[in-house]
Structure formats: structure tokens, C-alpha cells
Nanobody, 118 residues
Framework: QVQVVESGGGLVQPGASLRLSCAAS????????MGWYRQAPGKQRELVAT???????NYADSVKGRFTISRGNAKNTTYLQMNSLKPEDTAVYYCYAEVWSPARYVYWGQGTQVTVSS
């Protein structure tokens, strides 16, 4: 079994920064991709950023230049550094890990709330 746990959400003012953390643990043979999606009230879940095991990154156009995804020193961890936050970034942020464990599967975290408001 694989567990994915996020942390780091909170309430911040517009223009502030926040860093989300995500760790996947359990019977992981190899991690393929880790990433973040978000879902705002009344909207569909949307991709925010992804990072492959080789370090290749991908970002939604709405966060390019403001958000940075990275891998942690600890195995199967990833971070999302969010700068210049806007009210429209308010959402529940979900981390996911696509892994071989032993079958190829995607595991999701429980989500962490990010609220940007003055």
C-alpha cells in the first residue's frame, strides 16, 4: 500500500508565498511522476505542476513564473513553492504520485486548503 500526505496549506494575503510539501511512502518500487492538482469550489480539478523522476517539470499556464515544483532530498518527496499568490489560487491542493508498486498506479493525498484573501 502507498500513502501520500500533503502539508503546508493555509490562509495568506495576496502577494504572499506558501510552500506545500508532499511525501509518498509505502511499497514503492519506483516513482514515475509526482505532481499537484487543485480544485476550487464549483470548478473541476486542474493540473498545477508535475515533476518526473528525471526532473522534468510541467506547469499550468496560470502558475508559470510564480510556482516552482521541486524534488526533496528525501526519497519520494516533492515541494510546491508558490509565490505572488492571487485570490484565484484559492483551492484545495492535491498531491499525487504515479508509481510502480508493483503495478503502475496513481495515488492521491487527502488535499490541503490554500486560501488567498485580504
Amino acid at each position: 500500500q502507498v500513502q501520500v500526505v500533503e502539508s503546508g496549506g493555509g490562509l495568506v494575503q495576496p502577494g504572499a508565498s506558501l510552500r506545500l510539501s508532499c511525501a509518498a511512502s509505502g511499497s514503492i518500487f519506483r516513482t514515475i511522476v509526482m505532481g499537484w492538482y487543485r480544485q476550487a469550489p464549483g470548478k473541476q480539478r486542474e493540473l498545477v505542476a508535475t515533476i518526473t523522476s528525471g526532473g522534468r517539470t510541467n506547469y499550468a499556464d496560470s502558475v508559470k513564473g510564480r510556482f516552482t515544483i521541486s524534488r526533496g532530498n528525501a526519497k519520494n518527496t516533492t515541494y510546491l513553492q508558490m509565490n505572488s499568490l492571487k485570490p484565484e489560487d484559492t483551492a484545495v491542493y492535491y498531491c499525487y504520485a504515479e508509481v510502480w508498486s508493483p503495478a503502475r498506479y496513481v495515488y492521491w493525498g487527502q488535499g490541503t486548503q490554500v486560501t488567498v484573501s485580504s
